[in-house]
């Protein structure tokens, strides 16, 4: 089955300044990659996703990158906020598949004022 | 309803009690899953309902744990004989699995507390 890693499980910033969090995933055949935040005490949101037809996708200041060939993509997140910090987990699903989506073990991101 | 809907919100159960969490898709969902979140840690995968497939119990941790989904919506998710490691949040979440989209909402979850 799929198997993701996330790193680093924990960062801290000074806000403002830019976080970068990377996944990889070992099944090449996985096409379907969401990023989702968690704050305290509530279950995680889907912040952003990107799929497998594209390189780079950008939200305002959070964007996804992606890299098939090696097998890694990553979230930026720029002009971080004091509310930017929460979990942030990475994931990939084969659509068209079995669909599961296999999850990273998260990132707690500290945004310091 | 709105989201995916999880009850009860919180659940102290007794060490050696039986404990039925239940959760409420969102209408038309046709994959539910069930992760287990320990303070502090990732999200760990339980078990998977797809459509009418046989489900991925791949992820449940002992024969105490066991899942249902009834007619396709509601699922309820099941442990005998409580252990104080079984303490923790059980999320749930569903996705409209259609083409490519596969974005998945959770619910609140359901924090288990075993003592």
Same mark, same amino acid.
């Given at each position: 089955g799929e198997n993701v890693e996330q790193h680093p499980s924990t960062l801290s910033v000074q806000e403002g300044d830019?976080?970068?969090?990377?996944c990889t995933y070992s099944d090449s055949a996985s096409n379907y990659f969401p990023w989702y935040k968690q704050e305290l005490g509530k279950g995680p949101q889907l912040i952003i996703d990107i799929r497998s037809n594209v390189g780079e996708k950008k939200d305002q200041r959070i964007a996804v990158t992606l890299n098939k060939t090696a097998k890694h993509f990553s979230l930026h997140i720029t002009e971080t906020q004091p509310e930017d910090? /929460?979990?942030?987990?990475? /994931? /990939?699903?084969? /659509?068209?598949?079995?669909?599961?989506l296999s999850f990273g073990a998260g990132t707690t991101v500290t945004v310091r004022a | 309803g709105a989201g995916v809907s999880q009850s009860p919100?919180?659940?102290?159960?007794?060490?050696?009690?039986?404990?039925?969490?239940?959760?409420?898709?969102?209408?038309?969902?046709? %994959?539910?899953?069930?992760?287990?979140?320990?303070?502090?840690?990732?999200?760990?995968?339980?078990?998977?309902?797809?459509?009418?497939?046989?489900?991925?119990?791949?992820?449940?941790?002992?024969?105490?744990?066991? %899942?249902?989904?009834?007619?396709?919506?509601?699922?309820t998710l099941t442990i005998q004989r409580t252990q104080q490691e079984d303490s923790a949040v059980y999320l749930c979440a569903s996705s409209l699995v259609v083409g490519v989209d596969t974005e998945a909402f959770f619910g609140q979850g359901t924090r288990l507390t075993v003592v």
């Open positions: 830019s976080a970068v969090i990377k910090s /929460a979990v942030y987990f990475c /994931a /990939a699903s084969i /659509a068209l598949g079995d669909y599961k | 919100s919180n659940k102290v159960t007794e060490k050696g009690k039986d404990v039925e969490l239940r959760c409420d898709p969102i209408s038309g969902h046709t %994959a539910l899953y069930w992760y287990r979140q320990s303070l502090g840690q990732g999200l760990e995968f339980l078990i998977y309902f797809q459509g009418n497939s046989a489900p991925d119990k791949s992820g449940l941790p002992s024969d105490r744990f066991s %899942a249902e989904r009834t007619g396709g919506s509601v699922s």
